[in-house]
T-cell receptor
Framework: GQQVMQIPQYQHVQEGEDFTTYCNSSTTLSNIQWYKQRPGGHPVFLIQLVKSGEVKKQKRLTFQFGEAKKNSSLHITATQTTDVGTYFCAGPKTSYDKVIFGPGTSLSVIP | IAGITQAPTSQILAAGRRMTLRCTQDMRHNAMYWYRQDLGLGLRLIHYSNTAGTTGKGEVPDGYSVSRANTDDFPLTLASAVPSQTSVYFC????????????FGSGTQLSVL
C-alpha cells in the first residue's frame, strides 16, 4: 500500500537557524499537503501543491513538490519560537483517493 | 461558528466495552476521515468516507467501524475496546475526495484500561 515517510523525525535548532523537513512517498501523488500541529493541538492546514516541480512560499516557509511528484520539502528560514510543532506531509495517490499522512517531523526551537 | 466538532474530549474505558466517538461538521464537506495519532507514528487513517452513504478502509481499520448516514455526521465505533486502541483520535473533513485542505476536530483522548 501507499507509504509516506518523513525525515528527520526530530530536529532541534537554535532560534534564527534554518530548518528543512523532507517527505517521500512510495507512490506518485496527485497532490501534497502540509500541516502543522502545535503541542496539544490539532493539525492545521498550511498549503497544497499540485503541479510537478511546484514551489510556493509563505513568508519564511518555502514548499517544494518534486518533479516526479513523489517527494516534497518544507524549508523554514530563520526559525522562531512560534515555529515549534510537528510538521506533517500528506497526500493521495489520485485526486479521488484517501489522504495518507507521513509520521511527521517534530521541530524544537531553542531561544 | 462553522467547523468540526468531536465528542467526547476524553474518555477512560474498560477493555471489552463498546464506545462511539462522535464527529459532526457543518461545512457541508463531502469527505470525512478518522485518524489515530500515536507517538512516533504520526496520523494513521482508520476509515474514511468520500460522500454520504459510502465508507472505505484506511491503513488501520481492524477493531473499528464507521457509518455515514448523512453529510454532517461520521461516528467511529469501537465494538469491543482493547488497550492497544488507547490513542488520540482525530476526525477531519474536506471539500473533495483527496484534494483540498482538511479541517480537523480538536481530538478525543481515549484510554482503554
Amino acid at each position: 500500500g501507499q507509504q509516506v515517510m518523513q525525515i528527520p523525525q526530530y530536529q532541534h535548532v537554535q532560534e534564527g537557524e534554518d530548518f528543512t523537513t523532507y517527505c517521500n512517498s512510495s507512490t506518485t501523488l496527485s497532490n501534497i499537503q502540509w500541516y502543522k500541529q502545535r503541542p496539544g493541538g490539532h493539525p492545521v492546514f498550511l498549503i497544497q501543491l499540485v503541479k510537478s516541480g511546484e514551489v510556493k512560499k509563505q513568508k519564511r516557509l518555502t514548499f517544494q513538490f518534486g518533479e516526479a511528484k513523489k517527494n516534497s520539502s518544507l524549508h523554514i528560514t530563520a526559525t522562531q519560537t512560534t515555529d515549534v510543532g510537528t510538521y506533517f506531509c500528506a497526500g493521495p495517490k489520485t485526486s479521488y483517493d484517501k489522504v495518507i499522512f507521513g509520521p511527521g517531523t517534530s521541530l524544537s526551537v531553542i531561544p | 461558528i462553522a467547523g468540526i466538532t468531536q465528542a467526547p474530549t476524553s474518555q477512560i474505558l474498560a477493555a471489552g466495552r463498546r464506545m462511539t466517538l462522535r464527529c459532526t461538521q457543518d461545512m457541508r464537506h463531502n469527505a470525512m476521515y478518522w485518524y489515530r495519532q500515536d507517538l512516533g507514528l504520526g496520523l494513521r487513517l482508520i476509515h474514511y468516507s468520500n460522500t454520504a452513504g459510502t465508507t472505505g478502509k484506511g491503513e488501520v481499520p481492524d477493531g473499528y467501524s464507521v457509518s455515514r448516514a448523512n453529510t454532517d455526521d461520521f461516528p467511529l465505533t469501537l465494538a469491543s475496546a482493547v488497550p492497544s486502541q488507547t490513542s488520540v483520535y482525530f476526525c477531519a473533513s474536506g471539500p473533495g475526495q483527496g484534494h483540498g485542505k482538511l479541517f480537523f476536530g480538536s481530538g478525543t483522548q481515549l484510554s482503554v484500561l
